[in-house]
């Protein structure tokens, strides 16, 4: 959407700043090109903070537990 909006705004104002059709197209898709990628390139590092988040956090969980020693199964009469 950030794009879209970035290609309008750049096709507006290559207009009236006097360039012709094909100048102002090729500067709109330009713009939308570098909108985009830098949303991908933020959105890339939020989803990448947020991963080491919960990695941090289950890593502080796991050392705060108790390590649990596992149950021998509790066996009544003669085993096969």
């Given amino acids: 959407m950030a794009g879209m909006a ?4 750049t096709g507006i104002l290559g207009t009236a700043m006097g360039l012709n059709n094909t100048a102002a197209f090729m ?14 390139s933020r959105i890339s590092l939020r989803r990448k903070e947020a991963a080491q988040r ?3 956090d289950a890593a502080l ?15 009544e009469g003669r085993g096969s």
């Fill in 54 to 56: 919960t990695a941090r």
């Fill in 27 to 40: 500067s709109s898709c330009v713009a939308f090109v570098a909108v985009s990628m830098w949303t991908d």
């Fill in 6 to 9: 970035a290609m309008v705004l």
């Fill in 61 to 75: 969980a796991a050392k705060l537990e108790p390590e649990l020693e596992p149950e021998q199964p509790k066996r």
